[in-house]
């Protein structure tokens, strides 16, 4: 949950902006309304566990995904609404012949997710946060390498959540986003990316091959591969005007993404 947790607070404003009435539960329904659920699809129950009218908010890399159990997905297709956030997941559902169009509801900006303070002084040159599997830590280690030339300082955290991950973001110069290896799906980690936008931050992404990005993202953000991502950071970097106008000009592509707009798009 943690690590959607800026979509869900993003949601709950939107709804609220718009007049309606709208509560975060953590493992408890509310049979009075209509409920969102987050979470890991697949492992939902597809008995009449949730109410009628229920919308599951699929947060998982699908596309390109061979289920185990079709039935499974086919059943979970049948019965509820799913909103999905990426256009190619949306696609990947309608293999199952659903019940209700599945719903491209795209990670969009909220202005409670702008909310780390910004300081004067940034003490954490480069910052990756996740879970650091062997690939990523080579990446990592091989920015260090070229990085330590000029004594930038290089950071990872995991497991590491709420305040006191934004504490650790406010004190970063340029944020890293490295693909996870064990995926064989390609969506671009808007997720995990959007969050560093919406606050202003430089972020520095890998490239993959066929990833899939949002035009509005591949449009603005920094991608490289490997080889190119030490020189990606060194330059921003080593450069704080250019640093500046960067977080900038991507903070204003993603916030361009209003959350409402999502909510009238499908209630309207």
């Not at 949950?1 to 509560?23: D, R």
């Not at 229920?54 to 297709?77: C, D, K, V, W």
């Not at 910004?118 to 990756?128: A, G, H, N, T, Y």
């Not at 995991?158 to 305040?163: D, E, I, M, R, S």
Request: with cysteine.
């Amino acid at each position: 949950m943690n690590s959607y947790m800026e979509v869900i607070e993003s949601l709950q404003w939107g709804f609220q902006a718009l007049g309606y009435a709208c509560t975060f539960r953590l493992n408890e329904l509310d049979h009075s309304c209509t409920n969102i659920v987050f979470g890991f699809v697949a492992a939902i129950n597809t008995g009449n566990t949730f109410p009628p009218g229920t919308i599951l908010y699929n947060m998982e890399q699908y596309a390109g995904f061979e289920p185990a159990s079709r039935e499974t997905f086919a059943a979970i297709a049948d019965r509820y609404q799913i909103f999905d956030y990426s256009q190619v997941n949306v696609a990947w559902w309608l293999q199952f012949n659903p019940r209700y169009r599945p719903y491209y509801a795209r990670v969009s900006y909220a202005p409670c997710l702008t909310r780390i303070e910004p300081r004067v002084s940034e003490d954490i040159d480069l910052l990756f946060v996740g879970a650091l599997y062997p690939t990523r830590a080579e990446n990592l280690f091989n920015c260090g390498k070229v990085i330590s030339e000029n004594a930038y300082s290089v950071m990872s955290l995991t497991n590491v959540w709420g305040q006191q991950r934004d504490e650790f973001i406010s004190r970063a110069k340029v944020m890293l986003n490295l693909s996870n290896p064990s995926i064989d799906t390609k969506i671009f980690e808007i997720v995990r990316v959007s969050y560093y936008l919406a606050n202003r931050k430089a972020v520095v992404c890998e490239a993959k091959a066929d990833q899939v990005i949002e035009s509005d993202m591949k449009a603005v953000l920094k991608f490289g591969d490997s080889r190119q991502i030490p020189d990606l950071c060194a330059e921003l970097l080593q450069d704080r005007e250019l640093r500046s106008r960067y977080s900038q000009e991507c903070f204003e592509v993603f916030a361009q993404r209003d959350v409402r707009d999502v909510i009238h798009g499908f209630f309207s």
